[in-house]
T-cell receptor, first 111, second 113 residues
């Protein structure tokens, strides 16, 4: 059973379009992290959200944590080819408990 | 600060052999975690070491083992390799932040033939 479901699995869009990817769970998390992984590299942490309803912006990327802390979304405005990669969400619990990762959304932005 | 380094980057082994992968964490990070990443299963947690002790363990068979040295460097060993062990093995270090944020290395691509 996958604790964190990410959708869509694959997304191919044109440069300049907007997009939203989702991360859903039936579990409550103390934090939700988003990572981006480019081919041949390990995932890189983009953001951590910790409060229900929290919204964080990172340039053209907007991250939101659901009110109940069970889900999250990532919105990209005016996507660029450099945004191409695998976007992973990870749910965190309190204490030194390992993160739970979703399977990711593979985004391709075509110039 | 230098990032997490992993060696080797690529490895080809034959079924039944064993393999050892190495990871050097970010300086000052005492927690090192290992993950297996495959297209079908995504990123799966293997185990975590903190101050030379295994602190957490995922749901993998005993063929997968690890250790951590006093300088926080870590090794992962897989014995009696199976075809299904072909994957990208990622190491991540954590600096003890409240939210357990992971800093990943580039991974070791293991192919078992």
């Amino acid at each position: 059973t996958q604790l964190l479901e990410q959708s869509p699995q694959f997304l191919s869009i044109q440069e300049g379009e907007n997009l939203t990817v989702y991360c859903n769970s039936s579990s409550v998390f103390s934090s939700l992290q988003w990572y981006r992984q480019e081919p041949g590299e390990g995932p890189v942490l983009l953001v951590t959200v910790v409060t229900g309803g929290e919204v964080k912006k990172l340039k053209r990327l907007t991250f939101q944590f659901g009110d109940a802390r069970k889900d999250s979304s990532l919105h990209i405005t005016a996507a660029q080819p450099g945004d191409t990669g695998l976007y992973l969400c990870a749910g965190g619990y309190s204490g030194n408990t390992p993160l739970v990762f979703g399977k990711g959304t593979r985004l391709s932005v075509i110039a | 600060k230098a990032g997490v380094t992993q060696t080797p980057r690529y490895l080809i082994k034959t079924r039944g052999q064993q393999v050892t992968l190495s990871c050097s964490p970010i300086s000052g990070h005492r927690s090192v975690s290992w993950y297996q990443q495959t297209p079908g299963q995504g990123l799966q947690f293997l185990f975590e070491y903190f101050s030379e002790t295994q602190r957490n363990k995922g749901n993998f068979p005993g063929r997968f083992s690890g250790r951590q040295f006093s300088n926080s460097r870590s090794e992962m060993n897989v014995s009696t390799l199976e075809l299904g062990d072909s994957a990208l093995y990622l190491c991540a270090s954590s600096g003890g932040g409240v939210f357990y944020e992971q800093y990943f290395g580039p991974g070791t691509r293991l192919t078992v033939t």
